[in-house]
């Protein structure tokens, strides 16, 4: 099966159906469908072939739901860049990608058309808000007036790269994973059997699909035949909150960083009874959190989950065991094996702490041109031709077989010749009243080595880095008490609304 045909099956079987709500406008399976085939024509027209790389530079739209499937059914391969990216970075992603087009909106194009100009192998730019054609530009507007809306022929099958998902990895650089259609559709369809969704359901995504959790919410909604509430981002909760009311919302995905802004807000304002389910995912959810989450969404399903990028999922831990192993992030979805594995390439048993190894038809093709990196992240599995994900993260189980994430192995902090894992210390600050967000993070030390230091953000000003010292000298082992406590407004978050641990280091490096 191809990606694609999420689109077409749902058109063909529930076209009048609402499928997608952005802003104001509302469209039916049929009219993304008609204007996705438009695009593909308009794309083929311009030289895009089976297997060109196509960039999406565009927000959560409408624009880019219609650009993903174009792109797909001209054969060729999309790239969601995330729409906040700077010009010397925009241009460093098209050149990695050797993209041949670029669909943007003018907000995207005006600030970065000289970065956009330098790069030799894009042919065309379609721009969303152009009023008409001019040199390289084609107005998006053109394109849906003038080009035909018949289904274009199926030009790929299911071994072909579908997109490339941008990303940083553990040395900063970006790089590009390489997804084919039968990994994305294996995720999809895996992830849709253990929530359990169904026509009925309308999903909110306030992700950007920039990142693989938004991107599939769009995804896996089209798939099941479902309904897409498409925000930009979370950072006016009142107006998203209103939007799942009125709506009548049954999933919301979110980020730590979002629940941890629910669960500041007092929701009585607002009517979420139709909501069914939330999942996390992107960090593991601090086990307070999940607490307070469960206690304020009570009639609702809580999926705390694990993935990374190179398999989009990997773990999830059925909503029945949040109560007897809130800590852990469950077990491998299904179709799918993983395992932990030591220094010495050995598996590991119960409370043994490695690297967790993923086996399944979800793991990426590797990195774009990238061997080595690939080489390193993709290994041989037991079968001649296959490949497993060493993800570069550490875990351990239970007795049962549920995983529980420890740190990433470059996170893991060496403090008196002892080793640290942060997410051991964060955990124990999140359960202190009063702490919303924390980051621990290792620290040039001249006698240590590495000390260890945490950032956290407080919701009473009373709460002094002091006081947040008394309770991890009451609550840790001596070796785990931090060095150093700073207290602070606000984290940095990534663009993905992850806590952005690398940034802190830096800061903390130039004041060496």
């Known amino acids: 099966m191809l990606l694609h045909e999420f ?29 996705a085939n438009r695009l593909a024509h308009a794309l083929c027209a311009q030289g895009v072939a089976r297997g060109d790389r196509v960039a999406l530079f565009l927000p959560n739209s409408i624009e880019l739901v219609v650009s993903i499937f174009g792109v797909l059914k001209a054969g060729g391969v999309f790239m969601v860049i995330n729409h906040t990216t700077k010009g010397d970075k925009l241009k460093y992603l098209l050149e990695l990608g050797e993209c041949a087009g670029l669909i ?74 390489m997804c084919d259609h039968s990994n994305m559709v294996f995720a999809a369809d895996a992830i849709i059997s253990y929530i359990g969704n169904v026509e009925d359901d309308v999903i909110l995504c306030a992700v950007p699909m920039s990142f693989d959790y938004g991107l ?8 099941f035949g479902g309904r897409l509430v498409l925000e930009k981002g ?16 049954t999933g919301f995905p979110g980020v730590p960083t979002t629940f941890a802004m629910l669960l500041q807000i007092d929701l009585s304002h607002y009517d979420l009874s139709n909501l069914r389910y939330l999942t996390n995912t992107a960090a593991a959810l601090p086990v307070e959190h999940i607490e307070q989450l469960r206690d304020k969404f009570d009639w609702a399903t809580l999926y705390s989950m694990y993935g990374l990028s ?33 220094e ?8 043994g702490v490695g690297e967790l190894v993923v086996r399944g038809r979800h793991v990426m093709r590797g990195y774009w041109h990238d061997p080595e990196a690939s080489a390193d992240r993709f290994r041989p599995g037991p079968i001649p031709g296959e490949r497993l ?14 995983f529980y994430f420890v740190s990433r192995k470059d996170d893991i902090i060496k403090s008196r010749g002892e080793k640290v894992a942060p997410k051991e210390i964060e955990g124990i600050l999140y359960r202190m009243l009063g702490v919303q967000e924390v980051a621990v993070v290792g620290v040039p030390d001249p006698i240590l080595g590495q000390a260890v230091k945490a950032f956290v953000v407080v919701d009473r000003e009373e709460i002094t880095a002091a006081e947040v010292l008394r309770y991890c000298r009451a609550n840790m082992e001596d070796y785990f008490v931090p060095r150093q406590i700073e207290i602070r ?24």
């Not at 609304?497 to 060496?512: F, P, Y």
Request: hydrophobic share 35%.
């Open 234 to 249: 979370f950072t006016f909760p009142a107006a998203v909150l209103t939007k799942m009311e009125t709506e009548q919302v």
């Open 216 to 223: 599939y919410q769009l995804l896996m909604t089209f798939r």
């Open 389 to 402: 994900c060493y993800t570069g993260d550490l875990f351990k189980t239970d007795a049962a077989g549920y």
């Open 344 to 351: 010495d390439g050995q598996r590991l048993g119960t409370g």
């Open 104 to 177: 943007t909106d003018q907000r995207g194009y005006v600030p970065n058309q000289d970065a956009i100009a330098q790069v030799a192998s894009l042919r065309k730019v379609i721009v969303s808000g152009a009023e008409s054609n001019a040199g390289d530009v084609v107005a998006w507007d053109v394109v849906q007036e003038q080009y035909p809306d018949q289904r274009p022929e199926h030009v790929n099958i299911d071994l072909d790269l579908a997109c490339l998902i941008s990303t940083s990895g553990s040395t900063g650089t970006p790089k590009c994973i």
């Open 310 to 342: 190179e398999t989009k999922r990997t773990l999830y831990l059925p909503p029945e065991q949040l109560n007897e192993r809130p800590g852990s992030v469950g077990v491998p979805i299904p179709g799918t094996e993983a395992w932990i594995e030591g």
């Open 489 to 512: 407004d606000a984290l940095p978050k990534s663009a993905h609304g992850k806590i952005d641990k690398r940034a802190l280091q830096a800061e903390q490096a130039e004041q060496v």
């Open 7 to 35: 689109l077409e099956r749902s058109a063909d079987r529930l076209g009048e159906k609402v499928c997608l709500v952005s802003g104001s406008e509302r469209l039916t399976y049929t009219e993304i469908e008609l204007r």
